[in-house]
């Protein structure tokens, strides 16, 4: 079963679009590919076999895609580099990355390259606008010189059209756990991240764990009964998230589903969550509009620890625009912004 094509909103404006060129290879030999970002380094690699696996299961094909930035470190060497010279290197990397993809699939997952001048989020978040996913692999704090490091990764989660996948090093390609967890606070976004995590569990024969927790601040923790609070949230959260639950479960039957509402601390309660997890599908709620769960562009937010701490691949979904064919949704937004 392939992924829903039609929940994620497209872009028409406010953005960087594509090159030209980058759309005619996109429209032209692909429909809606994985697109994956590539560097030559190990975490590109891994990012690539997991696209692999991923491209095969659902039947589409893979976009490799490698971005040279304009602006490079100062060194000896650099003033004899070209921008030619530098995509001549790009196009290196993606011939190498085409040859571990066939190496992996064959011929079953159909491949193309593109090798861009600019940004990595830049490019990254364009080529998402005709991608079903984008796939990242996400390098340890303490290489500033790296391509995709969290600052690119949460980059592309921020701006892409369509979920983003951040694989992380503890992955194992040849380890399947057979469970999915997905993180829901309650808000609209949640229907989107039940949607996606539904259907992987569905594809891979995996149960799946729908996971809400909320933890008072500490702060106000003392200046509040903490067990009124507890059990306030409790009443008041456990019929919306079983109802977005249900509705779902109705649509993958063959899927097995465990709800888990927890008084704890958000990100410990999600990486715990993850552990011995396929991947942990979280959701974001568009631009920086004010209704934002996750934070993305803050430092130490639940998203950025997410990335750093989690045993398995994050996958970040972005809120769908549901048609007036679908259920209305639960209006919760008097649920805590650190609700999740």
């Known amino acids: 079963m392939a992924l829903p094509t039609t929940l994620w909103p497209r872009e028409t404006g406010g953005g960087r679009q594509p090159s030209p060129s980058l759309e005619v290879v996109m429209r032209t030999h692909l429909d809606l590919p994985i697109v994956v970002g590539v560097n030559g380094s190990p975490e590109s690699d891994r990012a690539v076999r997991y696209s692999v696996h991923r491209a ?62 600019g940004p990595a989020v830049s490019v990254l978040a364009g080529a998402s606008a005709d991608a079903r996913l984008v796939v990242v692999g996400h390098r340890p704090g303490g290489a500033l010189e790296h391509l995709f490091t969290g600052t690119t990764t949460f980059g592309v989660v921020a701006r892409a059209s369509c979920p983003v996948v951040s694989v992380t090093r503890e992955w194992d390609e ?42 008072l601040d500490s702060l106000y923790a003392y200046l509040v009964d903490e067990m009124s609070v507890q059990q306030e949230w409790g009443a008041r959260t456990a019929s919306v998230i079983s109802a977005f639950v249900d509705e779902w479960t109705g649509r993958y039957p063959d899927v097995r589903v465990a709800t888990h509402m927890e008084y704890a601390d958000v990100t410990r309660t999600l990486v715990r969550h993850s552990k011995d997890a396929d991947v942990l599908v979280v959701g974001r709620h568009g631009h920086g509009g004010i209704e934002g769960r996750l934070a993305l562009s803050a430092p130490g937010s639940i998203a950025r620890a997410l990335v750093q701490h989690a045993h398995c691949p994050v996958e970040f979904v972005p809120l769908a625009i549901p048609s007036s064919a679908e259920p209305p949704i639960a209006d919760t937004s008097r649920l805590e912004a650190s609700d999740l």
């Not at 309650?186 to 933890?215: P, Y």
């Open 56 to 117: 095969d299961r659902i039947g589409c094909g893979l976009l490799l895609v490698n971005a040279v930035h304009e602006i490079v470190p100062i060194s000896p060497m650099w003033p004899l580099l070209t921008g030619d010279s530098l995509m001549d290197v790009g196009r290196g990397i993606l011939a190498d990355a085409r040859v571990l993809v066939e190496k992996i699939a064959g011929a079953k997952v159909p491949v193309d390259v593109h090798a861009a001048l």
């Open 174 to 215: 040849h380890r399947a756990r057979r469970r999915v967890v997905a993180a829901v606070d309650g808000s609209a976004v949640s229907s989107s991240v039940l949607a996606h995590a539904f259907a992987i569990a569905s594809e891979t024969s995996a149960d799946l764990d729908v996971v809400h927790c909320w933890k």
